[in-house]
């Protein structure tokens, strides 16, 4: 079952201003990570952090986790039309059987305005 | 970087029909691959995980005798669709990642979207 929820579930923009989105998850995470889909197209990874890290940077993405809270964000700065895409979170579960496996969030649907 | 190719991207077919979907590791080895399934405007479900010489580990409510895995080679992975329904209509996706380690990110083929009249 999906563990994880993010809001907002959609999120409209101008280019140039800065996009946030929020990922909530219920168990023991080795990682968190967050991926990229265009319409009907394959996931691109984003960024990987790991359960004992708080914060990551990547170009204009920023990511933060809070293992307490269990809740992650993803900020993009200066957002580009071509970032209009789906975004994904997803975490890989604690435990020895669970390498590689992801549960994914529901996905934030961006949409930045030329 | 690590490429995971699949095939076909675009799949209609007549209910009844099985539909096989291949997932390739381009440039790495994979002992281990994933498949998901997403249905629109979705998330990403997964369904098996796949091992290299063993046997497919399904996901609780997911027929096995409906989605066979294969995963006969360390770069291929395929998942056959058995006797499709309409129901069966989605987009499959597999991942993989060099090593298959834990704190590696997923490499995802394009996907394949099957449609079954």
């Known amino acids: 079952s999906q563990q994880g929820e993010e809001d907002p579930q959609a999120l409209s923009i101008q280019e140039g201003e800065n996009a946030t989105m929020n990922c909530s998850y219920k168990?023991?995470?080795?990682?968190l990570q967050w991926y990229r889909q265009n319409s009907g197209r394959g996931l691109v990874h984003l960024i990987l952090?790991?359960?004992?890290?708080r914060e990551k940077h990547s170009g204009r993405l920023r990511v933060t986790l809070d293992t307490s809270k269990k809740s992650s964000s993803l900020l993009i700065t200066a957002s580009r039309a071509a970032d209009t895409a789906s975004y994904f979170c997803?975490?890989?579960?604690?435990?020895?059987?669970?390498?590689?496996?992801?549960?994914f969030g529901q996905g934030t649907i961006l949409t930045v305005h030329p | 970087g690590a490429v995971v190719s699949q095939h076909p991207s675009w799949v209609i077919c007549k209910s009844g029909t099985s539909v096989k979907i291949e997932c390739r590791s381009l440039?790495?080895?994979?002992?281990?691959m994933f498949w998901y399934r997403q249905f629109p405007k979705q998330s990403l479900m997964l369904m098996a995980t796949?091992?290299?010489?063993?046997?497919?580990?399904?996901e609780q409510g997911v027929e096995k005798d409906k989605f066979l895995i294969n995963h006969a080679s360390l770069t291929l992975s395929t998942l056959t669709v058995t006797s499709a329904h309409p129901e069966d209509s989605s987009f499959y996706i597999c991942?993989?990642?060099?090593?298959?380690?834990?704190?590696?990110?997923?490499?995802f083929g394009d996907g394949t979207r099957l449609s079954i009249l």
């Open positions: 991942s993989a990642t060099p090593g298959g380690g834990s704190n590696q990110p997923q490499h």
């Open positions: 168990t023991s995470i080795n990682n």
């Open positions: 952090i790991r359960s004992n890290e």
């Open positions: 997803a975490t890989e579960r604690a435990g020895g059987t669970s390498y590689g496996k992801l549960t």
């Open positions: 440039d790495f080895q994979a002992t281990t």
């Open positions: 796949s091992n290299e010489g063993s046997k497919a580990t399904y």
